[in-house]
């Protein structure tokens, strides 16, 4: 197993409450170039062939696997080779049912990997004015639509801004 000291959280930038599948998400990485190994492909999901992450955090809560966690992702440029990636499907806004199966996925990942920092892919932008902090001009991306830290605070309860309202229907 590789080392891991990153646990990195993204969405699929997708209008929320649409349903993105792995399968999808495989598409768009590999029309840009993103590509698996085959002795990997034939480790887990063969039909998987760019996906760049460990995880996919369905509308529904469900959770699929993307990449083995023993394999190099492909979801944080300079940060692959040690870090996991969790891609909840959406923007900013989440079921319950995505955001309590996201906090059991980092839980999870927290006690096989005690030592990982948990971030937003957005928090690893680079500090433009070097004073320590990633502050929103200074993000590349805005994935994830929520603060990662201020998630973790509040014991990973979905913040009231962030949940998505079903159709009671």
């Not at 692959?80 to 996925?105: E, H, M, P, Y």
């Not at 980092?106 to 948990?118: S, T």
Request: net charge neutral.
């Amino acid at each position: 197993m590789r080392e891991i000291n990153l646990i990195v959280i993204h969405c699929s930038a997708t209008p929320n409450g649409r349903w993105v599948s792995t399968l999808d998400i495989d598409q768009w990485h590999a029309a840009r170039g993103f590509k698996r190994r085959g002795d990997w492909r034939a480790r887990q999901n063969a039909q998987l062939g760019a996906i760049g992450y460990h995880f996919v955090v369905y509308t529904n809560g469900a959770i699929a696997t993307g990449r083995h966690l023993a394999e190099v992702g492909a979801h944080v440029y300079g940060n692959n080779r040690s870090s996991i990636g969790i891609c909840v499907a959406g923007t900013d806004k989440f079921t319950r049912a995505q955001w309590g199966s996201l906090a059991a996925l980092v839980d999870r990942l927290r006690q096989e990997f005690p030592g990982a920092r948990i971030t937003g892919h957005r928090d690893l932008s680079p500090d433009k004015d070097n004073d320590g902090l990633v502050e929103p001009w200074e993000w590349l991306k805005t994935c994830p639509g929520f603060d990662v830290a201020a998630w973790q605070r509040a014991d990973m309860l979905p913040p009231p801004a962030g949940v998505l309202e079903e159709d009671p229907a």
